[in-house]
């Protein structure tokens, strides 16, 4: 993996590398239809989730699950008046538009937890893209790794988490380029 | 779920509880909805095995990382707090699959704060074949009366 710009990636790939991009507020506010059905669909019966007494006595009222960070920002599926459907963690299709690599998996994922995200809050993220790899090839096809952070923050510009993601963008073998 | 685990019963070597759980295709989509992921390699049976190459659809990492959590406090408790989670993904896990999770305790340590924290490898395997591991930083109560939810700012270095 290549910390910093390589020599054979195009220079509008390596400027980006460091910059914050794509940052945006969630069309949402943090809700608890979406914790419990969060929560239903692993069986997660902390009752932090599901008792607000007590989550008042442990975390001062209701939370949402720490893990369901990047569900805040997932744009819905279809609004009024949007011809294009926006990509949550942009800078992974648009690194696969670049390098005109029609496949993509994600392999590795860092979350670190901050401020614990509570109802009602408005959260906000920004990207920023901290490494591609050289050309490699897997069983999956050639392609490149790279690694995008994800930050979050809450209305109160508190970071509530950050998010380091390792994609795979790739060609199968044998798939027109 | 415990009750309250308190950090004075962790010790590095101590294996949580096993869970197996029967993966079906509503375990899947549910859990890619829940995350509002709505590509279709988690819903899409022919999109996931003609586009993606894959055998069926699967299950999407955001519900990975939440069947992960639920596994931890389950064993900590509501007082456990996560602080960090690694995954590594080498392969899915599709519908029909029996997933089953397991944890080690690697280490524990109390950091300048104060607060006391456990280090888990745990792992997610299908028929024994690890799909995912992920290393779990999760504070524990060093006391009855601790709380890591309270720390903020400097007091909590996740």
Redesign the interface.
């Given at each position: 993996m290549s910390g910093s710009p390589g020599a054979t990636l195009p220079p509008q790939v390596a400027s980006l590398i460091g910059q914050v991009q794509y940052e945006e507020t969630g069309e949402f506010p943090v809700e608890r239809g979406y914790v419990w059905t969060t929560c239903a669909s692993v069986e997660n019966g902390n009752p932090l989730f599901w008792d607000d007494a007590v989550a008042e006595d442990i975390t001062g009222g209701p939370i949402a699950p720490p893990t369901m960070l990047s569900a805040w920002f997932r744009p819905h599926h279809w609004s009024p008046g949007r011809d294009v459907q926006p990509m949550p963690l942009q800078i992974h299709f648009d690194l696969k538009e670049i390098f005109d690599l029609p496949e993509a998996v994600m392999s590795d994922n860092t979350i670190i937890f901050y401020e614990p995200v509570r109802m009602g809050d408005r959260l906000r993220t920004r990207q920023i893209l901290q490494s591609v790899s050289e050309p490699k090839t897997t069983k999956l096809g050639t392609g490149r790794f790279w690694v995008i952070d994800v930050e979050y923050l809450n209305q109160r510009d508190e970071l509530v988490g950050v998010e380091s993601y390792t994609g795979f963008g790739y060609r199968r073998e044998g798939s027109p380029s | 779920?415990n009750a309250t685990l308190t950090f004075d019963a962790v010790h590095a070597g101590d294996e949580l509880p096993e869970l197996s759980?029967p993966v079906t295709a509503t375990?899947v989509v549910?859990?890619a909805?829940?995350?509002?992921?709505?590509r279709p390699m988690h819903h899409d049976y022919d999109f996931a095995v003609n586009?993606?190459?894959t055998q069926d659809i699967f299950m999407n990492?955001?519900?990975q990382?939440?069947?992960?959590?639920?596994y931890v406090?389950?064993w900590t408790g509501?007082?456990g707090?996560?602080?960090?989670?690694?995954?590594?993904?080498s392969g899915s896990v599709f519908p029909g699959d029996t997933m089953t999770l397991r944890a080690t305790v690697e280490s524990t340590e109390t950091d300048r704060a104060g607060c006391g924290w456990a280090k888990l490898a745990v792992a997610l395997t299908v028929a024994g074949d690890v799909k995912t591991t992920c290393s779990v930083r999760v504070a524990i109560p060093t006391a009855a009366d601790d709380?890591p939810?309270t720390r903020?700012g400097d007091q909590?270095i996740?």
């Open positions: - | 779920m759980y375990t549910l859990g909805l829940a995350a509002r992921d709505w586009r993606n190459g990492t955001p519900n990382a939440a069947w992960f959590e639920r406090t389950d509501p007082t707090r996560l602080g960090r989670m690694t995954f590594r993904m709380n939810w903020r909590w996740p």
